[in-house]
């Protein structure tokens, strides 16, 4: 397929095609922004209590209230660069219930006053395509898994996941990564449900070039994340587009969910335990650049892969290209 042809197909994605002059209504749209917000603060905290409260009655009941109390000291210490294992789930738990239920009650805000199902934002109409999903968090997890090895062997640096340092044993130790993921998937859910649902779609009643789409939800995905960094602001938005690419080419958010989930689970799992310490400045790192440009077009790639490959398409049920 040539690349007008392509992008001409991009443009008519399925996900966007019971989009119509209601959509385009000014009025709508920007009574969505304060109602969402209020509904997503809401339904937030509410996410949020109920994390906190599932993840203390679970390890409470595990290791004694004595356990369950030391979890809150992260709140108390936020500069606290290495959390014990049980912290960093907690931490992970909060954040994962905040966002996905403000993510829920905005995008329910928006669905009510477009006067159209919640499920739109989702998909192109079919039932959630949970294959999708797993499907991006293997492939994408098992590639990024072997570059870190890859890039810690060639640059010399002694590399402990940090998965081997929560716990002496292999139980505890998967035990950690299956809740990590699992938290993961709920807190990617949240971010594309949000940019490439809602954002997508909504921006798309205005404007229907991909590269314009793109480039729009990359740029407000990175701006959200309040990085100082440059760097590591340009990589975002690289990870924002290609997630978008995704979205339109196959009809929903499925793939992105798992290959976001994949790529923050390779950071928690073998760079860095989640902390609540925000992001300082440092100086400019061209290396993360260059990686942004890869993963774009990587992510463009699997797309295509998922695409073309008809035993891939067979097997999540992409039986047509996602196009109206």
């Known amino acids: ?24 209504d000014p009025r709508r749209t920007a009574l969505v922004i304060p109602v969402g917000i209020l509904a997503g603060a809401v339904t937030g905290l509410l996410g949020a209590l109920a994390a906190v409260l599932a993840f203390m009655l679970v390890v409470g009941g595990l290791d004694g209230a004595a356990a369950a109390t030391d979890l809150f000291q992260v709140f108390s210490k936020p500069d606290l660069a290495a959390p014990t294992g049980p912290q960093s789930l907690f931490i992970l738990a909060c954040l994962a219930g905040m966002n996905l239920g403000a993510a829920i009650g905005f995008v329910m805000a928006a669905a009510a006053i477009q006067r159209r199902p919640f499920s739109d934002y989702i998909n192109d109409g079919q039932p959630l395509r949970w294959r999708l999903v797993l499907g991006g968090l293997v492939l994408v997890g098992v ?21 081997l340092k929560v716990s002496p044993n292999l139980v505890g130790r998967s035990l950690y990564a299956i809740i990590a993921i699992v938290l ?20 798309a009643a205005y404007i229907r070039n991909p590269i314009a789409l793109m480039a729009l939800n990359g740029l407000l995905f990175a701006a959200i994340h309040l990085d100082p960094n440059l ?28 290959v976001h989930a994949a790529n923050n689970a390779a950071i928690v799992l073998l760079l860095r335990p989640i902390t609540l310490q925000p992001d300082a400045a440092r100086e400019f790192q061209p ?30 049920g992409l039986s047509a290209p996602a196009t109206a």
């Open 1 to 24: 397929m040539r690349m007008g042809g392509l992008m001409e197909t991009v443009r008519r994605s399925r996900f966007l095609a019971d989009l119509s002059p209601h959509d385009r």
């Open 143 to 163: 590639v990024m898994a072997v570059v870190i090895g890859v890039v810690a062997v060639v640059s010399g640096h002694v590399f402990e996941p940090v998965v």
């Open 184 to 203: 993961l998937i709920l807190a990617s859910a949240a971010e594309e449900l949000l940019f490439r649902g809602w954002l997508l779609k909504q921006s």
């Open 231 to 258: 760097d590591a602001f340009l990589f975002r938005a690289a990870m924002g587009a290609g997630l978008t690419w995704m979205a339109l080419r196959l009809g929903g958010i499925e793939l992105g969910i798992g």
């Open 287 to 316: 290396g993360l650049v260059a990686s942004a440009v890869v993963m774009l077009a990587g992510f463009i790639g699997i797309a295509e892969l998922w695409m073309r490959w008809p035993a891939l398409r067979r097997w999540t």
